[in-house]
């Protein structure tokens, strides 16, 4: 007759041992700071047009004219965005007309820049991305707006993207 052995403190184990060393590997694509989100974008996405959080202020303190598209989830979206923002999935779904001044962002800047890659193969030349996206505009203490009113909180998307928010500003 066979022993029966209790699995569970070997189990428990293995899992703390796996909990543990998965801290210690690098996400995937390296991505660990801002620098290797630049890196990551300008590899895969060589062709693109920035701009930044500083210039993107500027504009609107400016009162220039411009279409602005969210391109992250409807749950981030409802949490804040920026002022006169639209939330879109592909960009095949925007209808303007080729010469619009156009600017997109998500939480970083990766899914973003893969919607205005898209828009650019439509001819859209005046399309760029927002460089460090809604968490470097949230760090920064730009504004964000949820429902019509002033926020400083966001969406941190998940855990690993969510490191580059400021913590203060997680909605969570």
Known sequence: MKEKHNRKPYLFGLAILIFLVGFRWP??????????????????????KHISTEELYTLFSNGRTFSLFDIRTPEEFAVSHLHGAVRADKAGEVELPRETFIIAYCS????????????????????FNLKG?????????????????????????NVKWGLFLDKKLHSD
Do not use: C
């Open 108 to 127: 970083v800047g990766v899914r973003s820049a893969a919607f205005i890659r898209d828009l650019q193969r439509q001819g859209y030349l005046q399309a």
């Open 27 to 48: 996400w995937p694509g390296g991505i660990e700071t801002w620098e290797d989100v630049d890196t990551f974008v300008s590899e895969n996405y060589p062709q693109m």
């Open 133 to 157: 996206s809604l968490f470097e505009w949230a760090n920064k203490g730009y504004p964000l707006e949820q429902d019509g009113k002033s926020t400083y909180k966001a969406h941190p998307y």
